[in-house]
């Protein structure tokens, strides 16, 4: 089953925010969170807020649980958010994620981009970005959304190993990635993503230098590579929990993270983030950037979050939930929470150290600029940058980045 969700106070039906959230609104950047929360099966090692057919029980396209239904909530959601931000600017990015968004097929994804630009509207130049599956993304799909303003497209390739790819419960086949990520950039669509996950049971070295070399063939701009987390609950969990392969190693992972890294500074690619790899700036993800950056965005969908002027909010999870809700008239947030001054510095710390832009040491209490001087001296930070004003971590310093923020983050 998915994950739980934080507990918080209970959040107004009209989705009003606090009066000081709406202050600065339009000088940080906004971006517009969809989440589409259909899968086709549930992978193995899942514990997102997705739903197969079988799991809703759909019977006909007008059951509240159903991807009509879904995008008639989210249309619903959009427009709310628009009235509860007022003079909110147009969004700057746009990222539907989910799931599988690529799903709805290049008609629902037309309808949604549509959506946004009905509600809250788009900056010229605005990045929209889907994630997709190989299997269910087609050269007419990837033409009619470049067409209709899709800027990147991001594929959940994880690895291009058969017996890797089972153990992760991938439908995909070795090269499927690489030929929808060609074809995405024949089809207009100016950066591909190829998401990779490393240390899988039975995966080896070369395994992940053959995935690798995938990557470098598709014509990729952009790389996020995440080592496998086991999370409660999950199929894979349980097939560890019984024996039937092994946990993965943090020794292990750490030494895939440098062949990743390896591999990819070779190629070009350079790392802007602890997980993600770009051939320059202009393919790096103007969406995420704006997470880690301490931005404002409305996440849309069954069980999306959403942050604005230090107010976080977090919708119900079931699909029929959410559209019931809107259809009422009422928001489908669930609960939200005003983030604390000492919660937002632990946050700032927490995201900004992970870029390649770091963290200025002025944001620092003195405490936390006491560790950084401890994490500079021990290679973990990168000492002509601190030496400059900025916590900057070395490689050495990204496999232990929560352990290096915590400490700078210290009052």
């Known amino acids: 089953m998915p994950s739980v969700p934080p507990s918080g106070e209970p959040a107004p039906a009209d ?12 000088t940080r950047p906004f971006g517009v969170y969809v989440h589409v929360p259909f899968c086709a099966t549930r992978c193995g090692y899942c514990d997102f807020n997705t739903y197969t057919a079988s799991d809703l029980g759909l019977t ?3 059951d ?4 009509a239904s879904w995008l008639e909530g989210l249309r619903r959601e959009l427009d709310l958010g628009a009235r509860v931000l007022g003079a909110a600017p147009p969004a700057d990015t746009v990222f539907l994620g989910g799931g599988t968004p690529s ?3 290049a008609e629902g994804l037309v309808a949604v981009l549509d959506a946004v630009r009905a509600s809250f509207g788009l900056r010229p130049g605005a990045e929209v970005t889907t994630e997709a599956n190989p299997e269910s993304t087609t050269p007419g799909l990837l033409a009619a959304i470049a067409d209709a303003g899709y800027t990147r497209l991001s594929l959940g390739m994880q690895s291009d190993v058969d017996h890797v790819l089972a153990v992760l419960d991938r439908r995909h086949t070795p090269g499927a990635a690489v030929s929808v990520a060609s074809a995405a950039l024949d089809a207009g669509l100016r950066h591909v993503n190829l998401d ?3 240390g899988t049971p039975t995966e080896t070295d070369d395994d992940l230098r053959r995935s690798l070399d995938a990557v470098l063939a598709s014509g990729a701009d952009h790389v996020s590579a995440y080592g496998l987390i086991v999370e409660e609950g999950t199929a894979l969990a349980r097939r560890i929990a019984r024996g039937e392969i092994p946990m993965p190693e943090d020794d292990v992972l750490a030494d895939r993270y440098e062949i990743v890294d390896d591999v990819l500074t070779e190629a070009g690619f350079g790392w802007y983030e602890v997980s993600n790899w770009a051939r320059s700036d202009a393919a790096r993800c103007r969406h995420n950037l704006g997470y880690w950056g301490g931005g404002d965005w409305w996440g849309a969908g069954p069980g999306a979050h959403s942050h604005v002027g230090g107010t976080r909010w977090w919708n119900v999870r079931h699909p029929a939930r959410y559209s019931a809700a809107l259809a009422e008239g009422r928001s489908p947030a669930e609960a939200r929470e005003r983030v604390t001054p000492d919660e937002a510095h632990l946050e700032q710390v927490l995201l900004e150290l992970r870029t390649s832009d770091g963290l200025a040491v002025s944001a620092l209490a003195p405490a936390g600029r006491d560790a950084g001087d401890d994490a500079a001296r021990d290679g973990l930070l990168a000492p002509d940058a601190w030496a ?3 916590a900057v971590l070395t490689r050495r310093g990204r496999l232990l980045a929560d352990g290096v923020a915590l400490a700078l983050a210290e009052r």
Do not use: K, Q, V
């Open 15 to 26: 989705g009003a925010l606090p009066p000081a959230s709406l202050t600065g609104l339009g």
């Open 60 to 62: 006909s396209s007008d």
């Open 64 to 67: 509240p649980a159903s991807p």
């Open 103 to 105: 799903l709805l097929g």
């Open 196 to 198: 990779l996950i490393y």
């Open 388 to 390: 400059g004003g900025r």
